[in-house]
């Protein structure tokens, strides 16, 4: 069935697409002569098998690609544009303006806004926006704190909200709580990645921070008041599946809490994380679901009714009211 999608939780790095991550390695003379575009994609795309400093050593080298604005800025174009061939039409793409050496991280906001800008003209009824992530560390806080600041500057330019991304294990949330303050006072809105490898609390604190969206949150399944919680302060959760398999935050795609977060009222949003890391479409996601979890296509389109009203793209609202309609019209 055809219906707008509403994607919230994708990664500009892990989403880079297929044919930019050969086309650039081969520019910086990264692939053997004798080795095919194909063969050097399939080489840097997670597998099972991967450990973890594998699974990460892939992550530096799609950062150390996107070390121009231009690359940025045609990664970005590129990226809404296949998103909008797979029936996409709210897309939020988030990224870290401190990750990008050597640019400055004004420069790298300006570059992906200008590849935003152009796939938006291309596409005037694609709602499509910039989340800027600051990220978990201790030695970052400046760093996080300017990315509030350039998230406020081009609030109206592209730029949707901030998150907060990395790994939230060994790295409390409240030590990340003066930004978020910053980002209330400077009227931008906020996801936060939590409760995807750290526990159930976590996600409890972003509620009680005021976050209206959060990244992932799956671990909350381990606490029935949380859950709660989520669903009385109508929480959207940016579920992402196979992804939290990659993480290792459950054993098995059958093991994820997504069906049981659903049925419990959590409103939920589903994505594809770092897709290209995976080799994952937003289909195949879609598929798991149907056959894993026994999601109907009415489910699905909810999944995207959710997303669509939590978006922060100005728009978003239009999209949602096309769901509302096609779910009105559905026996």
């Not at 086309?23 to 399939?42: N, T």
């Not at 640019?103 to 590849?115: D, P």
């Not at 800027?132 to 300017?146: I, K, P, Q, S, V």
């Not at 809490?257 to 996601?285: C, H, I, S």
Request: glycine letters at 6%.
């Amino acid at each position: 069935m055809d219906y707008p999608k509403t994607v919230l939780h994708l990664h500009l790095d892990g989403a880079m697409p297929a044919r930019l991550f050969a086309k650039w390695s081969r520019e910086d003379g990264m692939i053997p002569e004798e080795m095919s575009d194909g063969a050097w994609i399939s080489a840097h795309q997670l597998k099972e098998s991967m450990s973890l400093a594998e699974a990460l050593a892939n992550f530096d080298i799609l950062l150390a690609l996107l070390n121009r604005e231009e690359r940025l800025s045609e990664c970005t174009e590129e990226l809404l544009e296949d998103l909008y061939q797979e029936g996409v039409r709210v897309a939020e793409i988030r990224f870290s303006p401190q990750s990008h050496h050597p640019l400055s991280m004004e420069a790298a906001v300006q570059a992906v806004i200008a590849g935003q800008k152009k796939a938006v003209s291309r596409h005037p009824d694609l709602c499509a926006g910039i989340l800027l992530c600051m990220m978990h560390g201790t030695d970052n806080e400046a760093e996080n704190r300017n990315t509030v600041l350039l998230a406020g500057k081009y609030l109206k330019e592209g730029v949707v909200g901030i998150d907060l991304a990395g790994n939230e294990t060994g790295n409390p949330l409240s030590d990340y709580e003066s930004c978020f303050i910053l980002a209330k006072e400077n009227g931008i809105p906020f996801t936060i990645h939590a409760g995807e490898s750290g526990p159930a609390s976590n996600v409890q604190y972003a509620i009680d921070l005021g976050a209206k969206r959060i990244g992932h949150g799956v671990k909350s399944i381990s606490d029935e008041n949380v859950v709660k919680n989520l669903v009385s302060h109508g929480v959207t959760l940016e579920v992402c599946p196979t992804s939290n398999i990659y993480a290792s935050s459950f054993p098995s795609l059958k093991e994820h809490p997504v069906r049981k977060l659903y049925d419990a009222g959590v409103k939920l949003n589903l994505n594809t994380d770092d897709p290209f890391l995976m080799n994952l479409t937003l289909e195949q996601e879609y598929q798991n679901m149907r056959e894993v979890f026994q999601f109907t296509e009415k489910e699905l389109i909810l999944t995207n009714l959710y997303g669509a009203e939590a978006s922060f793209c100005k728009g978003s609202e239009k999209v949602a009211e096309q769901l509302r309609s096609i779910l009105a019209n559905m026996k």
